[in-house]
């Protein structure tokens, strides 16, 4: 073994050609998509035959393939597709995949024993507690969000023992990643399901402002390699699975010359010795390669700023076609080749004996020892040691070079050209074999799908009973998002609990007051939490969470595991009874996820056990997607309640850019306003100043009025009502409305329920 790769180089790509571009370029790791489950359904993608040869390529030069099954699946997705689609890919190496959906990552991590499984950036890993869950039941790495900033990614190296991938290039989605519900409202398109149409690259205007103006610019983060390394990542992540070869060549090679010389010089340059510089003119490749009216360096260090935004149409240069020229030729037309040393004996009488050694970077040298042919005497010419070696050296169209070449040849002997060239072809094919059989040693193959899927089944009976019960009796939630909308519903005389975001912190005595009017009333109230909490904000997100129990608050309705498990770590040494509600935006997909709940919260099991399962329901509620369809509602059942959003505009997008910001600059206050799209959609945007986020909302709200038939079928406790930016009268009129239906079957004839300005979102339609 030579050396320990400090650092992993990851290379996107959508093709075959593009995965031998970037390892011949000096990837050590490539990922890359097949024909199902990717989060790039249109990229080229690869047949399962074209995926084994792209593993065989990689592991024979030390690289690594990554699979990508980071969309959401359905559950006929997982019963039917998901073992047949991963198990040969299995049994020839496959070195990882990358996984989005929890039931997704049980179900491989149950049936597909040492093989790796990284977490994707789409499931939100925003801090130390969830990489640490993650890593305890059984993944192997974490791609952390492009928000995170260096000091958040440092937390986690520091407190988790797991590895961390971060993107360094590449495109820069404007919404917080896995929160992204743009495409999917538009066109039903959905990004959790691998089907972008990048929206966000369009036309909005924003009061006189009429511009691209959710459109970031790509990443690039050469500048400042040496600190993203430092902070804990080990593997460096280039973005592009629908860019060319030339691309990825050119992209993966001008990284690897900067990774080799930073960590070449690492402590010279880390103690001020040596300057870290990138040359002008290796700038400018990155941004002749693709750029979007320049480029920015994320979130690293910055929380946001205009700089990262494209906010006019991208003037793409032309092609430097010098730079692809030296591309095609240097990676494209011709594959990387690794060093062999062939040691071959030849006596009389005796098989040849051969000794092919591979040497290789970061392993072992892999060797494989054989016997060939029997040699013949000489009749006329005899057989000389140049020529074997001569002929063993013609590896040219292999992936090999004979760096070394050692014969020891008796005398008086003689093999055909014929000869020789077999000799040459087992050679190449015995330590191709020997390499690829390295990486599938140990693979356990352990199907427990229908086992599992059995108890599943037994355990749905036995809750079934259960659940009718306690869904015998629905009630309504209602969102409210500023005290004018909390002061107007608290007294109305109907059956609701109420939501309230974090405006309540630009008045907290104030809120304090409504918090002890509501409990007067029956009403519990429960604080929505930040949709993204940032490294940076965790001690005020903690000292928010401490001071609203002390004030009596009755719950919380919580946006990701991070939360949950600070939450839970304040409130397990409490004796108060406390109620969570898991947001839409934890997803469970499928039932296979709803029913991995249990295990992930496990530092909570005391309040979720067999024995005392009715307490379950009393502290644990689960959001139904919003993504997804009636039929599919229906069959989810879980341990605990479960709440359908029936009104309200859908949060589409949460940033932590701000379209007010980026046009009129930042007022330090909380603001509201609308972004219009071609067609005039308004799009409300709202302002979060302590957290400095931005969300944006549907121009239409999804209502479920029209279809309470099928709410009233699903098995589930609570409906949620949303409210923006409605009228106080149009609120009043909705909640009576919905009131009047769930608990005494009576219609409205309200207007609103009568013209076409709303939308049954996903109910119906699903997404693809």
């Known amino acids: 073994m030579n050396i320990t790769r400090k650092v992993e180089l990851l290379a996107p790509a959508g093709d075959l050609e593009c995965i031998k571009a970037a390892i011949n370029a000096g990837a050590d790791a ?27 390529y990689a592991h024979i030069h030390e690289a690594f393939i990554y699979l990508t099954v980071n969309t959401l699946l359905k559950d006929d997705e997982i019963k039917k597709d998901l073992y047949d689609y991963i198990l040969p890919l299995y049994e020839a190496g496959l070195d990882a995949v990358i996984v989005q959906d929890m ?78 519900l743009l495409s999917s409202v538009i066109g039903g398109r959905s990004g959790n399901r691998g089907r972008c149409a990048q929206p966000c690259r369009k036309d909005y205007v924003f009061e006189e402002h009429k511009s691209t103006l959710l459109s970031t610019k790509d990443m690039c983060t050469i500048k400042i390699l040496p600190e993203i390394i430092n902070s804990g990542v080990y593997s460096l992540k280039i973005e592009g699975r629908m860019k060319k070869p030339t691309y990825v060549a050119g992209v993966v090679s001008i990284y690897r010359k900067y990774i080799d010389y930073y960590l070449s010089n690492k402590d010279s340059i880390d103690s001020g010795k040596m300057k870290y510089e990138v040359k002008d003119d290796d700038y400018n490749n990155l941004l002749d390669l693709f750029n979007r009216n320049g480029f920015n360096e994320s979130y690293y260090k910055i929380h946001c700023d205009k700089s990262m935004m494209s906010l006019t149409k991208p003037k793409f240069r032309a092609e430097n076609k010098s730079l692809t020229d030296y591309l095609n030729k240097s990676f494209i037309e011709n594959n990387k080749r690794e060093d062999l040393i062939i040691d071959v004996v030849i006596k009389k009488d ?55 070449i050692n014969v020891n040849l008796e005398s008086g002997l ?3 050209v014929g000869n020789l060239k077999q000799l040459k072809r087992e050679c190449v094919d015995r330590i191709t074999e020997i390499i690829n059989q390295k990486y599938v040693t140990n693979r356990i193959v352990d199907y427990k799908f229908e086992n599992e899927l059995s108890k599943d089944i037994n355990n749905f009976n036995k809750l079934k009973d259960l659940n009718n019960c306690k ?63 940032h490294f940076e904000k965790e001690k005020m997100f903690m000292d928010s969470i401490n001071e609203l129990i002390n004030n009596d608050i009755d719950g919380f309705l919580i946006r990701s595991y991070e939360e949950y498990f600070i939450i839970n770590n304040i409130i397990k040494n409490i004796n108060k009874n406390l109620d969570l509600i898991f947001d839409n935006t934890i997803y469970t997909f499928n039932s296979y996820s709803f029913n991995c709940i249990d295990e992930f919260i496990s530092e909570n099991k005391e309040l979720f056990n067999d024995e005392n399962i009715n307490k379950s329901y009393n502290n644990l509620c689960l959001t139904f997607p919003l993504e997804l369809r009636y039929e599919q509602i229906k069959n989810l059942i879980s341990n605990y309640n479960e709440e ?49 986020q931005n969300t944006i909302y549907n121009s239409v709200p999804t209502s479920l009025y029209g279809v309470f038939d099928k709410v009233l079928d699903i098995n589930n406790k609570y409906l949620r009502l949303e409210f923006t930016d409605e009228g106080i ?4 009129d909705i909640i009576t409305s919905y009131a009047r239906l769930l608990y005494s079957g009576e219609k409205s004839d309200y207007i609103f329920f009568e013209n076409n300005n709303f939308t049954r979102g996903h109910f119906l339609r699903g997404v693809k």
């Open 350 to 404: 005796t098989p040849i004996k051969v000794k092919v050694t591979a040497l290789r970077k970061y392993e072992e040298y892999i060797i494989t020892e054989f016997e060939s042919i029997t040699p013949d005497l000489a009749i006329n010419r005899e057989l000389d040691a140049n020529e074997v070696e001569k002929q063993l050296s013609k590896l040219g169209n292999t992936l090999y070079i004979a760096k070394e």
């Open 471 to 533: 869904n015998k009796d629905k009630r309504l939630r209602v969102l409210v998002n500023d005290f004018n909308q909390l002061e107007n519903i608290i007294e109305l005389d109907i059956d609701f609990d109420i939501y309230v975001e974090d405006f309540i912190f630009e008045k907290p005595e104030k809120f304090y007051k409504f918090l002890k009017m509501a409990h007067s009333r029956n009403k519990k109230i429960y604080y929505a939490c930040i949709r993204f909490l």
């Open 30 to 56: 490539v990922y890359t998509g097949g024909n199902k489950f990717g989060a790039r359904a249109f990229a080229n993608n690869l047949n399962k035959d074209e995926l084994i040869e792209a593993i065989n």
């Open 103 to 180: 039931g997704v990552f049980k179900f491989i991590k149950d049936n597909f024993k040492n093989l790796d499984i990284h977490i994707s950036t789409q499931s939100t890993i925003n801090g130390k507690r969830t990489a640490k869950k993650y890593k305890e039941l059984g993944a192997s790495r974490v791609v952390t969000p492009r928000e995170l900033s260096l000091e958040g990614i440092k937390d986690i190296s520091e407190n988790v023992d797991i590895e961390i991938e971060s993107f360094i290039h590449g495109a820069l989605c404007y919404c917080y990643s896995g929160m992204c």
């Open 729 to 732: 009268e149009e609120i009043i």
């Open 644 to 692: 359908l959003v029936v009104y309200g505009k859908m949060p589409v997008m949460v940033s932590a850019n701000c379209v007010i910001r980026n046009t009129k600059g930042c007022s330090h206050k909380c603001e509201k306003g609308y972004i219009k799209d071609d067609l005039n959609n308004k799009f409300q945007i709202a302002t979060n100043c302590r957290y400095c």
């Open 414 to 416: 003689f093999l055909s």
